[in-house]
Every structure is written in C-alpha cells, then in structure tokens.
C-alpha cells in the first residue's frame, strides 16, 4: 500500500462529555469508543465554543469564534468565502467527502432566490462533496430505504414516534417503528462503508457526522430499554425550578424554551416528572450506545482492510445537551453540561501517547487546525483555533490558553425570542460570552444585565457568586480577561496581509 496520509472525522450530535469522562459514564456502555481512547489521545476539558447544532459546526470546520463567522443561529447564513478544513484540504489533494450534514446556512448573495440551497438551514458546507445526504429535517435517502423496506408512514416525522409493540398507547422507551438494522445510524454507517473502499488507493478524506443521541428520543430495539430508568443518577440541579429562574433573569426563559415534551414526538403534554425524565435520559444512553456499535464496525473496517494505522481518527461531539439536568433541556444556557464535549484523537506514529489525557483547556476551533497540520496544509489566519500536535505529543507549551470561551446568540430577528420578550433584549444584543479558567466560570451579556460568576472551590454551578463583595475582585479580573481575548481573536482573515508598491506580504498568524 503507498504512503497514504487519510482523515476520518467523526462529529457525534448533542454527545455529553460525562458519557466518557464524569458521573454518567460508568451508566452507559461505550466500549468501542472506550477502547480508542485507550489508543488515542482524549482531552477532558474540551468545550464547543457556540451553540446550538449550526453555529457550532459553523466553528468546528470554519476554526473561527462565532464573533468572527457571525453564522449565530440555525439559519444564519455563513459567508460564502469563508475558509473552511473542506476548502483547505482540497488544497492539500484531498476531495472533502461529507457522510452525513454539515448544517451550514448558505450566503444569500452567492444563490438565486429560489435555489433549494436557500431553502434549507441543513445544507453542505463549501468545499464539502456530499457522498450521503443525511440531514435531520430531510434524509430522503434514509426515508426512501425506510419505504423500500416496507414502512409505511404519512408524515416524516411520524418515524420518530415510538410505537408499542402490543398496540397499546405508546409509553416513552417503547421501540421506534424501524428495526435497529434499518435505523438512521445503521443507514448511514452502511453508506460509509458501502462507498469507502474503493479510496484506498490515495489518501482520503471523509467528515462522518451521526445525528444520534440527538432528540427526537427514540430508539429502536434493544436500544430503547437497554438502561433501567432507576438505575440511573437523578440529573444535578437545584430543589425547584423556581429557585433555578431565581439564579438570573435569564434562566427563567431558558427553561421555558426547551421542555422535556419537546424531545419526544406523541406526547406533547408530558409532565417533567422524575420518571419521565429517567426514562428520557435512559433512551438518550441507548441511543448513544448504538452509535457507539457502529463507530465499532467503521473501526473494524479500517484495521480489516489495513488503513487503521495511516488514518487520524477524530471523535468529538458538536455540543453538549442538559438531559434535565438544572431543570432544563438542549444546549441553549450556559452551564458546562452544553459545552462538554468529548474529544479523542488517533494520530499515526504517536503510539506512545497512547491512553493519554490532556488537561489543558482545548476549544471545537482547534481541531480543523488540527487536521490541516498534520496533512502539511498551512492555516488560514482566519482561523482562530490553534493545532493540537504538541498536546497530541505529549508537549507542554507554555503559550497555551488558559481557558476556555464560548458564546450564545438568543435572539431570532423574525420572531423575538422568549429572552427577547422577556428581557427588553435586541437581536443586536441577545447574546453572552463564557470564560472558563482553572477555577472560575464568567458569564457576560452584550445586553445591560449583571454577569453570573460560578466558583468550582464554592458551589460551582449551583451559586451565582457575582454580587458577592469577595468575589470582586475575580470578577473584574475575568472580565478583563474576556476583553482581551475578544479584542486579540477579532478577524484575522486579511488583517495580517499588507498590500504596497511592492505586491501584496503577509505573515502567518501563530508563528
């Protein structure tokens, strides 16, 4: 076989990071993504630095904060000629295949009016050759298997309702109408792997992207009961939901955007009561099993067909999900439980690291660097994020962050949101910043509201210490640093360029 140099990246939707590192990981079985960290390299404090689903990937593959892309909501759209790993990498030989979705909102100003690219918030990234469409709200070849194989539905998003195996009502872990052979996650690793093989001959590139454990929650068998509902630790959060609104003006609009009726189809009056919220969370563990199964057989088919050992392996989540925990569901809040995600990478010729966690604070822009740098590719300025390489070797290099941001936009410019309503907020500044150090979580709003300050030495998440005379001092420190940060990470795409009688110069970003 040549020297080949292939890239397999793996976004698992809405996957928390405590399914492998903290307090619901000894609750779930992963074992296949167990076993690769074992021969990998995993970070434990790797957070998304947007949210929800297209602002995130907008980050992830852009490198860029959402200050910079401004692609803040599902449905804004992404700059046509922003740089991206699929643009970059075909400058590095590679086609860019897309197994799965990218959720990008396209530029307006590059598409007619009436081009179905404009039409959808779901369609692929730039750059991007798509080998399989599977988007949540279209997945017509899913749909179209699904109907070869004999089910019959009338609406589309009847397939995710769950369906009683005796004819009964349906109850919330009864099994969906597909088998677990038939299911989305199945069809998709299938069209992987179906289309993959023949790209051994060159080195490759694929961005494999599975929905799951994303809501709507239903599973098909024996995912759908695979975890006692008892069995399970209760979520974290405070006695009522009365005392989490209490925290700040805006948990109360939070907890009302997204209930636990919404991630379930077929029962819209569900009542957040602790069972259904345990059986809730056991399907989500089940449905993050089955991917779990099928990442398994796409790592079997690389060591089967010998590519195992020149292929950097990439699997993270593309944000994280509340699961009920403070009272609340999805990702639109601040607390770490929407930003944690998992991240392990394989790197080829770094068997040495294996098993490895880094501890350092990493960020979702640093993993398109990441690719680029070890295909040789260089980097756009564009991008914010920095190359994992020397924390993948096993270097401490004494420049690295120390900590995390990330960022939320809360407004909708059509219809004002339940925050806009609320708090008096614009679409110009329905929006927040979270900085996250080695002890310290600070919470600031464009908008004239008092920053939320959590201290990991105190109560952590449970006390909002920002009006404490003690804490002044921290506060306006991290509020300094956040400052700096947004001002040093403003966009660099050209900023670094100088045009003169001489042609055009540059230099590189992080030199």
Known sequence: MRDTRNVLFIIIDQLRADCLFGNMAKHVDLPNLRALMQDSVSFNRHYSVTNPCGPSRASILTGQYAMNHRSVRNGTPLRHDTPNIATEMRKA????????????????????????????????????????EMRLEMSFPWQSHLMNQGYAFE???????????????PKLNDPAMYAAEDSDTAFLTNAFLGQIPACHKQSWFAHLTYIRPHP??????????????AGLPFPERLQTDAEERALHPFFGPALDNATAASFVKGFPDLEPTDE??????????????????HIGRVIRFLKDSGQYDN??????????????????????????????????????????????????????????PTILDWVGQDIPNSMDGQSLIPLLRGEDPQDWRRYSFSELDFSEPEHPTLWQQVLGTTASDSCLGILRDDRFTLIEFAADLPP??????????????????????????????????????MDHTLSLYTVATDGIKSRRRFE
């Open 155 to 169: 609406d589309y998003w009847d397939v995710y309702k769950p369906v009683s195996p005796t004819g009964d009502l």
């Open 216 to 229: 709507p929650l239903v599973a098909p068998e024996p995912y759908n009961d695979m975890y006692d509902p």
């Open 93 to 132: 030989g590679y086609m860019p295949m897309l197994f799965g979705y990218t959720d990008t909102s396209q530029d307006p100003r590059a598409y007619h009016p009436n081009d179905p690219a404009l039409k959808s918030y779901e369609f692929p990234m730039n750059g991007f050759h798509e080998m399989t």
């Open 452 to 489: 939320i300050l959590f201290d990991d030495q105190g109560k952590g998440e449970m006390e909002n210490v920002a009006d404490h005379p003690e804490y002044q001092t921290d506060l306006a420190r991290l509020t300094r640093a956040m400052l700096r940060h947004r001002m040093k990470n």
């Open 276 to 293: 259904n919220i345990q059986t809730l969370r056991a399907v989500y563990l089940g449905l993050a099993t089955e991917v779990d199964h």
């Open 311 to 368: 292929t950097m392996l990439v699997v993270t989540a593309d944000h994280g999900e509340m699961l009920g925990d403070r009272h609340s569901w999805g990702k639109m809040t601040v607390y770490d439980a929407a930003y944690h995600t998992p991240l392990i990478i394989r790197m080829p010729g770094n068997a040495d690291r294996a098993g490895d966690v880094v501890t350092r604070p990493t960020e979702s822009i640093d993993i398109s």
